[in-house]
């Protein structure tokens, strides 16, 4: 048994530590109350059981995503009814933790690389994935599943069983989110390191093919029982393609980029040599990108820091971003063994950002570039120790800080709730600032008029509040009369 063990180890390094701890921390927090729009996933699984036809209609409301998440937790609440489906969810997340841990290893073969444990570690304790790893919604479970199954893609033979589990994992996770499409691009990329143009083609186009029939199945079904194609009316306005926004939206997605996955790259003696070498450039290009962030640049999306945002100011927001925008480029004139691969994995993620960037733009999208990104940083910075202990503490405190505000968020919500109803006030409240958290629990009476309405905060015209956490990571709701 010891020699197994120690087999395991020399294969796996000790990258398998890692994500077993990341899966105990996340499994301690499975019960803390829901935010930011878990209750629609958790009520849209409960319509399959019921089929109570408000709660998809409050999905719809509030959901541009398919109902993949939902019908899947349905489907295994079956084999454990007495969980919670929010429990369930999030729990269901936790495999996708393992699925992406396998697939990024596998990848990390194919490109014979040996730091497993350090780009694991990146990937698993980063603010983003983190965030969405333990949260009861469809952006990290697809994600989990793309890059799994197309790190089954990597193989010598375009048909065979694995290349078929390869194809049918990349569907399915494309019927979870739409956006995993997106990971096609960093599969031809990765592709490039090892065959040649003609196999690649092939290998994409048989992926292809079984994925659009799958999502026609998903797409057909959807239209028959709901009326419409891909996703609700009001949020095909609201995410149809618009290229006058997309030059702003790069700059920020790509600063938000370098700061979410190694935001302390400029300390290594690399980054350093490059930065000193074309300074005069780099200094050029500062002085462009802080008067577009200071003119022009607006957040026309979500690319906000969540929980943070009580405390920055948007317009610093932006020009931080801005200006990291300069990062990745520096990335590039980098030279390694490597160097011509990661210039086309580079282009494949700016090609990713600039489709992106058509749209709505949200942080949460980034989940599906951050691991390609990390490929895509030069050996001798991720080699670097120190660099990769500050920036692992600077996770561990970012994660810490998001994990005490949910728990701070989702407590004062859920008291606000029951406040109101124990003083009979809820359907004449308009939940306001905890709308994200708990509107389910509204969303019987949204039609009504309302004379009150939650804020965050407390003042003197509160009638009442209620408070969760303590200390910085307090959270205050107030109850106010509409004027």
């Known amino acids: 048994m010891l020699y197994s063990f120690k087999l395991f180890i020399d294969q796996y390094g000790y990258s398998f530590l890692a994500v077993l701890l990341a899966l105990l921390v996340h499994g301690a927090l499975l019960q803390i109350p829901g935010v930011n729009l878990e209750f629609t996933f958790v009520d849209a699984a409960a319509y399959f059981k019921t089929l109570n036809s408000t709660l998809i209609h409050q999905f719809f409301y509030y959901e541009a995503n398919t109902l993949g998440v939902p019908y899947l937790a349905y489907s295994i609440s079956s084999f454990l009814p007495n969980l919670e489906m929010l429990i369930l969810i999030r729990a269901v997340n936790l495999i996708g933790l393992v699925l992406l841990s396998i697939g990024i290893i596998n990848i990390c073969r194919f490109l014979d690389k040996k730091n497993y444990v350090v780009i694991l570690t990146l990937i698993i304790l980063n603010p983003l994935v ?45 019927i979870l989110k739409y956006h995993s499409l997106v990971i096609i691009v960093f599969l031809f990329a990765l592709l490039t390191y090892k065959y040649q143009f003609k196999f690649i083609i092939k290998r994409i186009i048989f992926i292809l093919i079984i994925t659009i029939l799958m999502l026609t199945f998903y797409l057909l079904h959807i239209k028959t029982n709901f009326g419409f194609w891909l996703t609700p009316i009001k949020f095909q306005n609201q995410f149809e393609i618009n290229i006058s926004n997309l030059i702003n939206n790069f700059i920020l997605y790509l600063g938000f980029l370098a700061l979410l996955v190694l935001p302390t790259s400029f300390i290594s003696k690399d980054f350093s040599f490059y930065l000193k070498k074309y300074w005069k450039r780099f200094v050029f290009g500062l002085f462009i990108l802080f008067f577009l962030a200071i003119t022009l640049l607006l957040d026309k999306g979500e690319l906000n820091f969540g929980p943070l945002d009580t405390y920055l100011d948007e317009k610093f927001r932006i020009l931080v971003l801005s200006l990291l925008f300069l990062m990745p480029l520096v990335f590039l004139v980098i030279p390694d063994k490597e160097r011509n691969f990661r210039w086309r994995l580079g282009a494949s993620i700016f090609f990713v950002l600039l489709l992106f960037s058509c749209s709505r733009p949200a942080q949460r999208y980034l989940l599906f570039v951050i691991p390609f990104f990390i490929f895509f940083i030069p050996d001798t910075i991720l080699k670097s120790r120190f660099v990769i202990l500050t920036t692992a503490f600077l996770f561990v405190l970012a994660n810490s800080f998001i994990e005490l505000s949910r728990y701070a968020t989702g407590s004062a919500s859920q008291l606000m709730v029951s406040r109101l109803v124990s003083e009979g006030k809820l359907q004449q409240t308009n939940p306001g600032a905890i709308e994200a958290h708990v509107g389910g ?13 939650v804020v965050s905060g407390s003042n003197q015209k509160a009638i009442f509040s209620v408070s969760s956490g303590y200390y910085f990571f307090k959270k205050t709701y107030s109850l106010e009369k509409i004027k």
């Open 130 to 174: 983190w965030t969405y790893a333990g949260r009861a919604t469809s952006d990290f479970l697809p994600m989990s599943i793309g890059i799994f199954s197309i790190s089954l893609a990597l193989g010598q033979c375009n048909f065979s069983f694995k290349s078929i589990f390869s194809a049918l994992f990349f569907a399915f996770s494309c």
């Open 441 to 453: 629990k509204f969303f019987n009476s949204i039609d009504m008029s309302k004379s009150y309405i």
